[in-house]
């Protein structure tokens, strides 16, 4: 196995992910933890110092344990953890700006070129130079004995360095973020290089998780809010896999839900799974609050508390829960702190359950927190939750709510739901539910005149959204056909009654968002 020894780098989870992509199994551990006994009994066959915002010029900044330079593995060190190594290793490393030759402070893109071929470069330097994504502010001045340059940049003289005898390799530059276009490789020549089969699966993720959630929980109970979504449901099948009946999940059903799909839910996880099953049906509660309320963050202050309370007041009824479990992802973990690290202010007050836990005494189990989100969906195939539930596609907390724009009434979510339902079974016959990212309709505030048979008609316009994103965070509106457009409207408008106008939305975010409100 290998181990990264984390200085509190934003980005080290991705060098964990790089790795799990090259099936090698890695645990993330912070500085502090890392001693020498540590190290001894971890016994790693390789290592990578993470980067870091602290700096190794000032005294008492993180360090690596000295025994890890004796200890005879490849070891790799990445940005902060490139000066850890030369600071330790007898080089010198200074703070700040300085002005000529030198090198500087170094935010954003550069391009290294070569100096020297190196086991670790392969497949690099194609085309002369590579591009890579730099991110410091001190930098190396002198480099280690024993060390040489491989690499450079205009701003960073020692941008690839190694000691190759002792298999110590040391960058500058940042090859775990996209910004780094041919990264991965380098990764894959370090951990070949370290003797790595690359034989690790998702089947052995799946046995780790359960044995520390086996050993996070002992014989206390575990209460899960099951929306129904990918996250939850993956985290719930799996924890129910490690503690069966300890966990009971609750389903809060607001009554915004698409059509069909909190018979599913039940079906799925109470029947199929046969778990501890709580169906908090409290369609009234949320609708009679939500009557007349036409203000988006309104109605996502009022689910949002009223989820809260709903939640609390279920698993109230669970004796002696001490855990509550959560879906709770990477992206999740960073999505405030952009990777520059600037402000980022609140488009849409996103719901959660965020402070329940505090509230409720609960400490939180979170088997996800390390995956992105095609990881979940690896890791609920291989947990056999079947692919009509893994490749759904995201469901807003707030559901529907966000989807009927102005004023909610049953009348108005009970037409979206037919749409909607006629819609994604469109987008299903015809073979494109897998390629769309997002799809689903927007019931609109504004009755048209249209005209049916002899008969004038004065319905609701609907608009009908599909985008294709990586993340949520942009998105593009995808490029269906006229033919699949006018079918799909002429469809609506015949079986959904209450809708006579079908429109579709070509806004991208930005400047838009996915969802109208
Ligand atoms: P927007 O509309 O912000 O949506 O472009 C990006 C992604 O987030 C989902 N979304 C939400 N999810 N609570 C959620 O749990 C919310 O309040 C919420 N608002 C948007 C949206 O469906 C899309 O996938």
Redesign the pocket.
Known sequence: RLLIIDFGSQVTQLIARRLRELNVYCEIHPYQNVTDTFLADFAPKAVILSGGPDSVTRDGSPRAPESLFTFGVPVLGICYGQQVMMQQLGGKVEGGKISGGGGTAEFGRAFVTPENTLGLLDGWFADGKEQVWMSHGDHVSALAPGFEVYGTSPNAPYAITADTSRNFYAVQFHPEVHHTPNGAKLYENFVKLAGFSGDWTMDAYREQAIEAIRAQVGDKKVICGLSGGVDSSVAAVLIHEAIGDQLTCVFVDHGLLRKGESDEVVAMFRDNYNMQFIHAEEQELFLGELDGQDDPETK?KIIGRLFIDVFQKYAGEIEGAEFLAQGTLYPDVIESVSFSGGPSVT??????VGGLPEKMGLKLVEPLRELFKDEVRALGRELGLPSSFIGRH?????GLA?RCPGEITRAKLDILREADAVYIDQIRKHGLYDEIW?AFVAILPVRTVGVMGDGRTYDFACALRAVN?VD??T?DYYPFSHEFLGETATRIINEVPGINRVTYDITS?PP????W?
């Open positions: 996502r488009i849409k007050s996103h719901h959660n995201p469901f807003p907390g707030p966000i997002q994103s949520g965070m998105a975010k838009g968002t996915i969802e409100e």
